[in-house]
């Protein structure tokens, strides 16, 4: 596991690594592509590292843990994939984190339905929250469709890169995180696309994270001020 610069999470555990391009505009400057080019990691479909899987059970403090951040857990099937699939990297995955429930563990994708479909059949973990990405209008509207109805403790979206203004006209998540791109070829994220975000969520009073350098307002869901406060 690795310490994390990313202001919602403490730390990246990364049972799984690799993953391919999912369509999205988002993935077009991926940072975990650019990273395992740069140091000569292995990308494209998903590789699991059995040997990384206990790494969050040697950490007794509480912590909020991002999941494959250089992967996409919920990566369709692929020849070297599939044999890991159902049987071993998800289920080792899951067991761990069912083990350590003084974790909060947060898991993103880009495919909801898959996501959707594995959450729904796997035991319910009160420590484990799904999360989508989406940095359009567009990717809103079909993956706030995908997520209803996830069986999970609390559903959260990503919206990063924010790569257009998105109106939240539903909502299916507990908890909203925005922010614009970063590093060199980063789009344009015009300050008043947060404005309505933050908006939005106060109509629908869910907590709203602003991942701007200069933020205005960075909330937790309840569940997470709870286990930051007491531990547990």
Not at 77 to 83: E, K, L, M, S
Request: hydrophobic share 35%; with cysteine.
């Amino acid at each position: 596991m690795t310490r994390t610069k990313i202001p919602w999470a403490d730390y990246t555990w990364h049972p799984v690594t690799g993953c391919s391009h999912s369509g999205s505009p988002g993935c077009d400057h991926c940072y975990a592509a650019a990273l395992s080019k740069r140091f000569g990691w292995h990308w494209g479909s998903p590789i699991y590292h059995n040997e990384r899987i206990d790494e969050p059970r040697k950490l007794t403090k509480p912590a909020r843990i991002f999941v494959g951040s250089m992967t996409d857990l919920f990566h369709p099937f692929t020849p070297t994939w599939t044999d890991y699939w159902n049987e071993t990297a998800l289920r080792d995955i899951w067991a761990t984190m069912s083990v350590c429930r003084h974790h909060t563990f947060m898991i993103l994708t880009k495919r909801p339905a898959i996501m959707w479909g594995w959450f729904n059949r796997c035991e319910r973990l009160p420590n484990v929250w799904a999360g989508v990405t989406c940095c359009t209008q567009k990717e809103y509207d079909e993956n706030a469709r995908a997520m209803s109805g996830i069986n999970t403790v609390l559903s959260f979206v990503s919206l990063e890169p924010l790569l257009e203004r998105i109106e939240m006209e539903t909502m299916p998540f507990q908890w909203v995180i925005a922010g614009p791109e970063t590093g060199p070829k980063k789009r344009p994220c015009p300050d008043e696309w947060f404005s309505p975000l933050a908006t939005a969520c106060e109509n629908w009073h869910v907590p709203f994270f602003d991942k701007r350098d200069q933020f205005t307002r960075r909330e937790w869901p309840d569940c997470a001020r709870k286990a930051m406060e007491g531990k547990g």
